[in-house]
């Protein structure tokens, strides 16, 4: 305690700290144990440096200021090299020296540090004009930098402020018609919708066109003063959290019908996008997520583009031509052949609405963090013959005590060696089909007279055992399976070209799985059933798939799925928001 006390460089507040714990040290209900590291703690060098730290910040502005001590570096560094250039060739010291001086980098030093001194800061604004009419109007002068952001009129477009400009059908003014989000008009807050522009530069604008103004605009230099009449009411942009996923791909450039090209933003399908304005019912503003340029661009709001598709399909479907390869209608259910034989199937006459096509263009997204001890199913989605039953097997054969799957039923009577519980869960049909009707099963169908199914029980209960379900259900299983509960991640096993399909299965001896018996291999016509189901399961549900695999090599697509499978287990990741809230 001396020492401290003796120490004149501690900090006051630690030694009265230290002096009021060794006065109350006997009636703290503490032991000497937790006494000694408060007081260790205390005395610790580390804490007295994290003090002084704070101090200096705290008081950085009030006790201390810097001050540069030449303001004329650079006129300096010139008078030393007339100095040292006659001893340059004689001297080693200062020929370095006068080599050193020359050098770009040390003499943009010395003007960047010259012009902080000077505080010669650019673009120096100029005085605000202050003569305005006692008879006029409220009105507010802005002034801002002329920038690479776009401000733009209906047909032309000039990159200037982070704004566009239109002419207001009932009055004829030009008024601010939006304000890009972290563009410069928006981040000097001094700027909003509706507000009048009256002059741009001292040029009055009254009666001008857009394209009129965007030429002051383009003449104009460094800073550019705006004279506006404040709209009647300002409602604050407020940027929202909204993250979406897009559902497709976006070019603003091939986009008639965007007020301003350049002020568009650009997406591809399955990119996330930060919505931060939909207060035009047209045109949102967004940015691509992890994007660094804070300006935001417009794209299509979610009814626009829902207007688009449908008009699109329309147009098509009135032309004749197919909107899905080898189909007439997209509401067709039965556009595209079945396999020939398959254990689980869906009665499509009865189930119409699972192969209606959805028209997806934005899917609000959340990150969904890994859960220790709760895995999300991988659900393997995929036309029959594609390879995912082989998928699946080697994905469990890795570590069978972690990835598991559910045990199907069947209403059918055991086969001699057949286990109930291990094979499948043996019930009665009438027993099926009471579960069947209160919606127990995520896919169900039957096959020569008997029922099959997988129960939405079996899979919650390997989840909440801590297990990696694994799942490869009929396509139509989706829209049972994605749901908050389970939070499954759907992996789509896409066949390679016809080529590839039949030069690899035919090199693998793949039996085909059309074939009851699996006795031979595929036929070209199965070959192109698979790339058919291919096309219309991308169709009609591409929008629900989290990883696209092509199964052209079946290692190279095994790790993949393996990467896959890693990646869910352990980073966060894009799920709708429905299911982190």
């Known amino acids: 305690m001396t020492a401290v006390m ?118 120096r604004l100029p005085e605000i004009p202050l003569e305005v009419d006692e008879d006029e109007e409220t009105i507010k002068i802005v002034q801002l930098v002329k920038s690479s952001e776009p401000l733009s009129g209906a047909q032309s477009v000039e990159p200037i402020v982070g704004a566009t400009i239109k002419t207001d059908e009932q009055t004829g003014k030009i008024v601010i018609a939006r304000i890009m989000h972290g563009g410069a008009a928006d981040r000097s807050g001094l700027i909003h919708v509706g507000d009048e522009v009256c002059e741009v530069n001292g040029i009055n604008v009254e009666g001008k066109t857009p394209n009129d103004v965007l030429k002051i605009l383009q003449a104009s230099e460094g800073t550019i003063t705006f004279k506006l009449v404040p709209a009647d009411s300002k409602s604050g942009l407020r940027e929202s959290k909204v993250r979406v996923r897009a559902h497709f791909d976006y070019t603003s450039s091939t986009d008639p019908y965007i007020p301003c090209k350049e002020a568009g933003l650009d997406f591809k399908k399955g990119d996330i996008l930060h919505i931060v304005s939909q207060d035009d019912a047209y045109w949102w503003q967004a940015r691509r997520e992890g994007d660094r340029n804070m300006r935001a661009g417009l794209i299509p709001s979610r009814a626009l583009q829902e207007r688009r598709i449908i008009h699109e399909r329309t147009q098509k479907e009135k032309s004749g031509d197919e909107i899905l390869p080898g189909c007439q209608s997209p509401k067709s259910p039965r556009c595209a052949s079945k396999p020939k034989t398959k254990k689980i199937m869906y009665d499509t006459a009865e189930n119409d609405d699972f192969d209606r096509e959805e028209i997806a263009t934005y899917e609000e997204v959340a990150k969904l963090y890994p859960r220790p001890g709760l895995q999300r199913p991988l659900v393997l989605i995929g036309p029959p013959g594609v390879g995912r039953n082989e998928l699946k097997r080697r994905l469990i054969a890795t570590d069978p005590d972690k990835y598991k799957t559910p045990i199907p039923y069947t209403s059918r009577p055991p086969k001699h060696g057949e286990v109930n519980g291990k094979d499948y869960f043996f019930v009665t049909r009438e027993k099926m089909e009471e579960d069947i009707e209160a919606s127990k099963f995520i896919e169900f169908g039957e096959y020569k007279g008997n029922l099959y199914g997988t129960s939405a029980e079996s899979v919650k209960s390997l989840v909440n055992a801590g297990y990696v379900c694994i799942l490869n259900p009929h396509y139509q299983a989706l829209k049972m399976l994605r749901t908050p509960q389970l939070k499954p991640y759907i992996i789509y096993i896409k066949p390679p070209t016809f080529d590839i399909l039949k030069e690899t299965r035919n090199a693998a001896y793949a039996r085909s799985t059309f074939d009851e018996t699996n006795s031979r291999g595929f036929t070209d016509e199965e070959f192109h059933e698979i790339l058919h189901s291919s096309e219309r399961i991308e169709f009609l549900y591409s929008h629900l798939f989290d990883e696209v695999i092509v199964n052209a090599d079946l290692s190279v697509a095994f790790e993949q799925l393996v990467r896959v499978a890693s990646k869910v287990e352990t980073e966060p990741l894009w799920v709708p928001a429905s299911w982190v809230q």
Request: proline residues 5%; charged residues 20%; glycine residues 4%.
């Open 6 to 123: 003796a120490n004149g460089n501690w900090d006051p507040a630690l030694s009265r700290l230290l002096v009021s714990l060794e006065e109350a040290r006997q009636v703290l209900p503490s032991s000497e144990e937790e006494f000694g590291f408060l007081s260790g703690l205390l005395q610790s060098k580390e804490l007295h440096a994290l003090v002084k730290v704070h101090n200096k910040i705290i008081n950085n502005g009030k006790d201390e200021k810097f001050h540069p001590t030449v303001s004329n570096s650079m006129q300096i560094a010139l008078d030393v090299l007339d100095v040292i250039a006659p001893k340059a060739t004689s001297n080693e010291d200062c020929k370095n020296l006068f080599i050193l001086l020359q050098k770009p980098h040390i003499q943009g030093l010395l003007c960047a540090h010259d012009a902080v001194a000077q505080k010669d800061y650019f673009p």
